[in-house]
């Protein structure tokens, strides 16, 4: 029913900034405005961990305290496209990075588990080297 897609992820020195993408298909009848969405990483031996969540309407987010103050979550319902923009990138931001959506619930208590996302894309990679 939703498809989501990354991409943007690559190598960059640290300091760098990325623009990830994140763009859904829908089966008809379904609105991307419907879903939370969110963004995930995984490290090489981690335990996957939530970046950023944006609710429905785009005005509600919320940051892994890592990323505050150097990461911004948006999205773009005509383009059904959320985005995660990662300025001052560190060594420590290499990761896998995913993106997940889901129809229930809110960006608020454990969403960063990723337990209440349903749909996962396949990753896209983000290397920072130092």
């Known amino acids: 029913q939703v498809q989501v897609v990354e991409s943007g992820g690559g190598l960059v020195q640290a300091g760098g900034s990325l623009r990830l993408s994140c763009t859904a298909s829908?089966?008809?009848?379904?609105?991307?405005?419907?879903?939370?969405m969110a963004w995930f990483r995984q490290a090489p031996g981690k335990e996957r961990e939530g970046v950023s969540c944006i609710d429905r309407s785009g005005s509600w987010t919320h940051f892994l305290d890592s990323a505050k103050g150097r990461f911004t979550i948006s999205r773009d319902a005509a383009k059904k496209t959320m985005y995660l923009q990662m300025n001052s990138l560190k060594p420590e931001d290499t990761a896998m990075y995913y993106c997940?959506?889901?129809?229930?619930?809110?960006?608020?208590?454990?969403?960063?588990?990723?337990?209440?996302?349903?749909?996962w894309g396949q990753g896209t990679q983000v290397t920072v080297s130092s």
């Open positions: 829908l089966a008809s009848g379904l609105t991307f405005e419907d879903y939370k």
């Open positions: 997940a959506a889901d129809k229930y619930g809110y960006c608020t208590g454990s969403w960063w588990r990723g337990r209440d996302f349903e749909y």
